[in-house]
């Protein structure tokens, strides 16, 4: 069950960051971010912002570097909360910030907005008719954009969306109309294959763990469903696929077309791989040991006095 987050569990300590819009001028969009370590990303991510969104919203996880310094150097509405999941954080968000724009827009520290798709928004939003907007976010690796993209909910009227409290893989549920907006964003991803790799090992042992205590899925899995319940078809049914690496290789490399991007696209398409495999191999050995117990000893950071706390 999702762990209900109200007024009483708000801590005292902390000055509350101002509650201005961030910049009355821009576009009725609310910019709301996770954030773990991200000082590499936030000079760039707000600076892509700025002038554009009304408001930005970070929530934090005890950042060790200085996520929270740049963000409250930029006017950003930070708290931080202890992460227990990505949909318990996105839902948090969504739900408990106080959020004054008509519109929500879900990023990542590490992605960009593209001038193209600013101006689409802007003309967007004034829609009537519309409660949701999925945007194509274009992937990069190693510092090559690579030609291969991803079709996510990311824009919605404020109050739409719910994540249902899901580990990992968490995506925006909105019920009402939704269309395509035709412009990109830009996924930077890590700076470096050595910060790419540790956040995919952390990721394939969420993942494993989210299997192994049998969490819900972020969408009921069907073969024959939209993209995202043929995702999570597909990752219920992996293990007792035959050739599934091969033909998960061949996938990303000649259908997603990322043989397109040379070397690149071949190492990412190899990599995609061994992130599966490796999700794989620590389920089975949970499943084996019957248990799981993390030996990391390099945690997050403490509470920041400058912010609230929940």
């Known amino acids: ?10 801590l005292t300590t902390g000055a509350r960051p101002r509650t201005r819009p961030w910049n009355d001028d821009a576009a009725p969009i609310a910019v709301v971010m ?17 002038g554009w969104a009304r408001e930005v919203f970070l929530v934090d996880s005890y950042s060790r570097d200085r996520t929270v310094d740049i963000a409250l150097e930029r006017g950003v509405y930070v708290v931080q909360r202890r992460f227990r999941g990505f949909g318990d954080q996105w839902d948090f968000a969504v739900h408990q910030l106080p959020i004054t724009s008509p519109w929500t827009m879900k990023l990542d520290p590490d992605e960009r907005l593209s001038p193209e798709l600013k101006d689409e928004i802007r003309h967007a939003v004034s829609a009537t008719n519309v409660d949701a907007f999925t945007c194509r976010i274009r992937l990069s690796f190693m510092g090559r954009t690579l030609p291969v993209r991803l079709t996510l909910t990311r824009l919605w009227r404020t109050g739409k969306a719910s994540f249902k409290g899901v580990s990992v893989n968490e995506h925006a549920h909105v019920d009402g109309v939704t269309r395509e907006l035709k412009n990109e964003i830009e ?6 294959l050595d910060h ?3 956040k995919q090992n952390k990721y394939t042992t969420a993942e494993a763990l989210s299997a192994f205590e049998g969490r819900a899925l972020a969408a009921t899995p069907r073969l024959l469903g939209n993209s995202l319940e043929r995702r999570m078809w597909l990752k219920r049914h992996f293990q007792k696929m035959p050739l599934r690496y091969t033909t998960m290789f061949l996938y990303h490399y000649i259908v997603l077309g990322a043989s397109r991007a040379g070397w690149v696209g071949y190492a990412w398409s190899r990599l995609r791989c061994d992130v599966y495999r490796l999700w794989e191999y620590k389920l089975r ?16 950071g403490s509470p920041d006095p400058r912010v609230p706390q929940f």
């Open 1 to 10: 069950m999702q762990e209900q987050v109200g007024p009483s569990e708000r």
């Open 187 to 192: 996924h930077h991803d890590s700076p470096n």
């Open 34 to 50: 996770l954030a773990l370590n991200e000082a590499h990303n936030m000079e760039a991510v707000l600076e892509n912002l700025r």
């Open 285 to 300: 050995e949970m499943r084996m040991s019957g248990s799981y117990s993390s030996s990391e000893q390099s945690g997050p």
């Open 196 to 198: 790419w790799l540790n």
